[in-house]
Nanobody
Framework: QVQLVESGGGLVQPGGSLRLSCAAS????????MGWYRQAPGKQRELVAV???????MYPTSVKGRFTISRDNAKNTVYLQMSSLKPEDTAVYYC?????????WGQGTQVTVSS
């Protein structure tokens, strides 16, 4: 069965950087589109990055130019490099499949941007 484990979150000052990791098991990340999502308190979960099986990446305007999604096929892991972080980026970040029925949601990793 699919299992997704996110890690790498933490407390960072505005303008700082973090790299999140998503280790997948029960599936192969290189042959499916994967996405990073986030959910802030009191808000709906939103998509922040996509990487397709062909390596195409997509981002919403809110994070474009600041976030970069990538994957390591050998490690079956998807990453989210975040830079120039803003307080509004504070949320729990999750990874999951994109464009199809999602797998079980992991526990997510908390990112807090604050001075």
């Amino acid at each position: 069965q699919v299992q997704l484990v996110e890690s790498g979150g933490g407390l960072v000052q505005p303008g700082g950087s973090l790299r999140l990791s998503c280790a997948a098991s029960g599936m192969i990340v290189s042959i499916t589109a994967m996405g990073w999502y986030r959910q802030a308190p009191g808000k709906q979960r939103e998509l922040v990055a996509v990487i397709t099986s062909g390596g195409t990446t997509m981002y919403p305007t809110s994070v474009k130019g600041r976030f970069t999604i990538s994957r390591d096929n050998a490690k079956n892991t998807v990453y989210l490099q975040m830079s120039s972080l803003k307080p509004e980026d504070t949320a729990v970040y999750y990874c999951n499949l994109y464009g199809q029925r999602p797998g079980p949601w992991g526990q997510g990793t908390q990112v807090t941007v604050s001075s």
